[in-house]
């Protein structure tokens, strides 16, 4: 048998479509009524078009999920086996009749997915095909049921064991991942003859992938495997994983686990956010640009953390969410950061922004940068972090981000940024390698928000480019006045801005 430990070996074997996954046990069991049959007939023991096929269904099923209606669903409830709850959430939310029953069957299938014959898991699966098959059900709609079932197997043993893991501490979870990774090892099997990391593989070998290994050394982790396999469920396992570990969804993170992502405008002063936040939008952040032009003081340069958290004491006031951009947090003391952030916080803030890059067109260390975050962490829990990385801006290997953004996330970040980033191929490869929801800076000439949405983009920032075409609406309507051109002079009335801007007069000492 061949072995990989090594990251990059392991990346390259589970990039070859030469090496499929290994059926465990002998095929051939009564269709509808075995775990081999149901082997035989899901995404993961497949290859080829019917992988295709069957993984386009579950990803649709999946799709149907919200991580946080999964987190609140299981949190709800403290009762019972741990996997039981979590297969009870998810056949819940997937209309599945008699959800229980439907979980407790799983339990027993999970239980011999990857072993030999078990006719009490035979039992099961026959039961499950019953309750979710029609009586009459052909080849397609059996596929569709066992696909089904696939996906709750799946999500079943793997997930609690993270939940086992994680429980008693409060380490963020994407380290938990990292040190206690639930699936530690994989096996393929070559259809052809191939060549991986320098070993010639023979049509038939099989060929061990030792996950816990490679990521030990290595930021990255592969515990949820790689692309172009990599599990479809791991925004659901996560939300799965907080809720039953009864970790906190502020509402501010529910925005971040939705169907749809986040559409974040950035304001730079009270009446930009109050006037972005009467148009509806969920939340609104700032942009570090727009609050240091406005004070003629250099952007990313540590210049403005008064005027910051100033601005966080006047947005606190409105009745909306919002999340502050704090360049690198002001400081290079994560001691001193957490304290910003702590006031940040205490003034109403739901979240911060946290960049690496330096004014001097360098990156902060990956250490300092993580070290920043998790002293954040420690002082306000529930402060979403979002955690930039300028990677892009700077022109670094791709490697270097993804590698850079795993550090932070298991520092604790709840979200990671990159701006810049606006490659479908660039940000579905990243994404394939995160935990934690994306955020990407919307740009004119890159993918719009239904494409951002489908490459799973979870939160979409506009960063200065509504302050910088707030500058150029004053300076064409000025300039076309002056020339005698016509210009578009439609905006708000005096009294509609003194209606939506004016703080009560007992609130605007800041
Ligand atoms: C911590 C929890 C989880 C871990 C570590 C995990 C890990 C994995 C791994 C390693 C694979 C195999 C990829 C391969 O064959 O190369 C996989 C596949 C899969 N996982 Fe997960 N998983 C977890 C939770 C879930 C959950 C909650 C769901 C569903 C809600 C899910 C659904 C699936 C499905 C449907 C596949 C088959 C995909 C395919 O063959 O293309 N998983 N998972």
Redesign the pocket.
């Known amino acids: 048998m061949h072995e990989f430990a090594r990251h990059t070996d392991v990346r390259a074997a589970?990039a070859d479509p030469a090496l499929v996954?290994e059926l465990p046990a002998a095929d051939g069991g009564p269709v509808g009524a075995s775990v081999a049959w149901l082997r035989a007939t899901v995404?993961?023991f497949s290859s080829g078009e019917p992988?295709r096929r069957r993984?386009a269904f579950?990803e649709t099923e999946?799709a149907r999920l919200e991580p946080a209606a999964l987190w609140s669903a299981v949190a709800a409830g403290t009762d019972g086996e741990v996997r039981v709850r979590l297969v009870h959430a998810?056949a819940e939310a997937l209309e599945m009749p008699q959800p229980r029953e439907v979980a407790e069957a799983v339990t027993i299938v999970a239980g011999a997915y990857f072993g030999g014959a078990d006719p009490a898991a035979d039992e099961a699966v026959a039961r499950l095909v019953a309750l979710l098959a029609p009586e009459d059900a052909d080849e397609s709609a059996l596929e569709a049921a066992a696909n089904r079932i696939?996906?709750l197997v799946?999500?079943c043993a793997?997930?609690a064991a993270?939940v086992d893991a994680a429980a008693g501490g409060n380490v963020p979870l994407a380290r938990v991942?990292r040190e206690t990774p639930?699936?530690r090892t994989?096996r393929r099997i070559a259809v052809r003859a191939t060549r991986v990391a320098g070993q010639d593989i023979a049509d038939g070998d099989v060929v061990l992938l030792d996950l816990a290994a490679a990521q030990s050394a290595h930021p990255v982790p592969v515990?949820?495997?790689a692309p172009p396999?990599?599990?479809?469920?791991r925004a659901?396992?996560l939300a799965?994983?907080n809720g039953l570990l009864q970790r906190p969804l502020t509402a501010f993170a529910h925005l971040h686990h939705q169907a749809a992502p986040l559409l974040l405008p950035n304001a730079w002063d009270y009446a930009s956010a109050a006037a972005l936040a009467a148009q509806g939008f969920n939340a609104i952040g700032t942009t570090s640009l727009g609050v240091a032009a406005a004070l003629g003081l250099p952007d990313g340069a540590a210049a403005t953390a008064a005027a910051t958290v100033a601005l966080a004491r006047r947005l606190g006031r409105g009745t909306f969410l919002f999340t502050v951009d704090a360049e690198g947090g002001f400081s290079d003391d994560p001691e001193e950061v957490a304290e910003l952030a702590r006031r940040l916080y205490d003034a109403g803030a739901a979240g911060i922004n946290l960049e690496d890059g330096r004014s001097d067109g360098t990156l902060a260390s990956v250490e300092l940068h993580a070290a920043k975050i998790a002293a954040v962490k420690a002082a306000v829990p529930a402060l979403f972090v979002n955690a930039r990385t300028d990677t892009h801006w700077l022109g670094c290997q791709e490697e270097e981000t993804a590698e850079r953004l795993a550090v932070y996330e298991q520092a604790g970040a709840d979200g990671v940024f990159v701006p810049g980033l606006s490659d479908p191929d660039g940000i579905t490869a990243l994404i394939g390698a995160l935990v934690v929801p994306l955020n990407i800076l919307y740009a004119p000439t890159g993918p719009d928000l239904t494409e951002l949405a489908a490459l799973g983009v979870r939160r979409i920032s506009l960063g200065s480019l509504l302050y910088r075409r707030a500058l150029a609406a004053a300076v064409t309507t000025a300039t076309d006045i002056r020339d005698g051109r016509s210009t578009d002079l439609s905006a708000p009335s005096y009294t509609e801005v003194q209606a939506t801007s004016v703080l009560r007069a007992a609130d605007s000492r800041t």
Request: proline share 9%; net charge positive.
């Open positions: 589970l996954p995404a993961r992988h993984r579950v999946l998810l696939g996906l799946q999500a793997a997930t993270l991942l639930p699936v994989m515990t949820f495997g396999r990599v599990c479809p469920g659901h396992a799965l994983a």
